[in-house]
């Protein structure tokens, strides 16, 4: 499985995907580049077709983004965004960087792939993050109608799904489907055991209270994450017709 958009590691974004903020890579200057991405292993993706083998590996790639983060003094958070095999927007947390508390890894993806796309609608596209996403980028994924949406580290205190419901309310897009999309397929918990380590990796104590606290929840039943299908639209034809002129 080819995985486009390389990294680049002087300018710290991917080729191909302008003005979309990445991970400033440390000590350019001697020429040491621990923070970059690395390439993704797709061996396995060979011998796996199929959706699951593309989500573990683009998931795997997500995690690997989130590592190098607190080096900025970011929360260890990463999101992608994907249309089958190529990257269309790849982002880290900015909120402490940028001194601007909407500046999450999912606000940030979504908007870059907007851009590069240039188009509202992500309803072709898959959304990963290291961690459930919260209210605020839960709307922001309905309201760009992402197809798909996949993440490892569930939070049943601040999720969008877990805790407030936002990502499955099918009562958003039927009420007003001329600003939210249907509701999208979601895997929770993919990969949850790399993620939780690279918390404890950037700081055990932390890790050991954030758990304690109970901000991130109880593993999936299955390793593979706990996969809910995306609904079958029920709304009429008039309603479709109205939603339309939005979704392109």
Known sequence: MAISAPWNRVSGTHSGIAGCPGVPIADADNNQHEDTV??????????????????????????????????MGELPIASIVCDGDRVIAETTNQVRCEGDVSRHAEILAIACAQRTLKHKSLSRCTLYATVEPCPMCSFAIREAGVGKVVYALTSPVMGGLSKWNILRDRGLSDAIPQVFGPVPEVIAGLLWREAAAVWWRWNPVI?????????????????????????????????????????R
């Open 38 to 71: 690395p390439t993704v292993d797709d061996s396995a993706a060979r011998t796996n077709t199929g959706a699951h083998a593309r989500d573990m590996a683009m998931m795997r790639r997500c995690i690997a983004l989130s590592a190098g983060v607190p080096r």
């Open 207 to 247: 890790w050991a209270f954030i758990k304690h606290r109970g901000f991130f929840g109880p593993p999936p039943a299955v390793d593979d994450g706990e996969h809910l299908p995306a609904p079958r639209p029920a709304r009429g034809r008039l309603r479709a017709l109205f939603s339309l002129g939005v979704w």
